[in-house]
Nanobody, 120 residues
Framework: QVQLVESGGGLVQAGESLRLSCVASGSIFSIAAMGWYRQTPGNQRELVVR???????NYADSVKGRFTISRDNAKNMVYLQMNSLKPEDTAVYYC??????????????WGQGTQVTVSS
């Protein structure tokens, strides 16, 4: 089994910053891609940003220019630097990873989520 654990969420005021972290552990051969998703009550979970092992990124339009994803492949970690936060960014943020558990098997895993609340 593979586990993803997020940290760094909290309560901030509009315009402030937060840095989220996610670490993957368990039966990991390699990680093809990692990403951040977010979800609010009554809505579908939506992509925030994704990064491949090669460093290619895909950001949601709503966070471009404000959020930055980065990876530490050696530590199986991914980070999300969130600047200029807006109340609309309030959500539970989930870490996601496409993990090669062996040389031949790839599966998708999710973290438990971390709450980000931005007050106006």
């Amino acid at each position: 089994q593979v586990q993803l654990v997020e940290s760094g969420g909290g309560l901030v005021q509009a315009g402030e910053s937060l840095r989220l972290s996610c670490v993957a552990s368990g039966s990991i051969f390699s990680i093809a891609a990692m990403g951040w998703y977010r979800q609010t009550p009554g809505n579908q979970r939506e992509l925030v940003v994704r990064i491949t092992s090669g460093g290619s990124t895909n950001y949601a339009d709503s966070v471009k220019g404000r959020f930055t994803i980065s990876r530490d492949n050696a530590k199986n970690m991914v980070y999300l630097q969130m600047n200029s936060l807006k109340p609309e960014d309030t959500a539970v943020y989930y870490c996601n990873a496409d993990v090669m558990t062996t040389r031949w098997v790839q599966r998708e895993y999710w973290g438990q989520g971390t709450q980000v609340t931005v007050s106006s």
